[in-house]
């Protein structure tokens, strides 16, 4: 009831850590729901409908993402509360989602080497004023899915959720994962609690079949390999 009751606030009404703009700032893209990121594009409600409401509505009468994915305009414009500004908008949302999933392979980045997780991760991470965890979801041949923030906070083996870590992966069904998170200090020295919080997902990874290839931690433009130093991996890989 607590959820449903919320949904009917508008955004500012929402406590500032909850509202998409600011939660997709703080935690980035991945971690909004589908109905989030939705609330985003149409950006208002309409009388007596916040427009988080309105975005739930929409996906909940689509049957999930994969329908919304398939509606046309012409069905957009049946929804109550979609007139035809947030219709075509949406409906290019959708166009620009379809045409990145037919990407070639090959047009993804490809990680070999630790230098190549630092392309991914450096530039946005070592910025941040507070400690993020970040995780790339490869494909078979290592090359980028995803990227996904799935944690805030304190990064060490005590507080983080290691079922948050590899849940993308596990719901792409992809077989590898790097991760990388930064030190707000700018010194990417890794802790004990860096090497124990890698240690005890490789060992996970080993459980899920999943390849941890690397933990990157990044600094002030500088960043630590932990697999490259062998801290935390297991010897010989």
Known sequence: MQEVRRNGLGLKELPEDERPREKLRL???GAL???????????????????????????????????????????????????????????????????????????RPQVRTPEDLAI???????????????????????????????????????QVRIAEVFK???????????????HPSGDPTPSAADIALTAELNNAAKVLDIDLIDHLIIGDGRWISLRRLGLGFPRGN
């Open 168 to 182: 993308e992966a596990v719901r792409a069904n992809s077989p590898a994962i790097a991760i990388a998170h930064n």
């Open 33 to 107: 729901s589908t109905a989030e990121l939705l609330a985003i594009i149409l950006n208002t409600g309409t009388k007596g409908e916040s427009v988080m409401a309105l975005a739930q509505r929409i996906v909940a009468e689509s049957n999930g993402l994969r329908g919304l994915m398939r509606r046309d305009l012409d069905s957009l414009l049946e929804v109550h509360g979609l007139g035809p500004a947030k219709a075509i908008k949406l409906q290019a949302a959708i166009e620009l989602g379809k045409r990145v999933s037919t990407l070639a392979p090959e047009d």
């Open 27 to 29: 935690r980035g893209p």
């Open 120 to 158: 991914l991760f450096v530039a946005e991470m070592t910025a941040l004023d507070h400690e993020q965890l970040r995780v790339a979801v490869l494909d078979t041949k290592h090359r980028l899915d995803r990227l996904v923030t799935v944690y805030q906070g304190s990064v060490n083996a005590a």
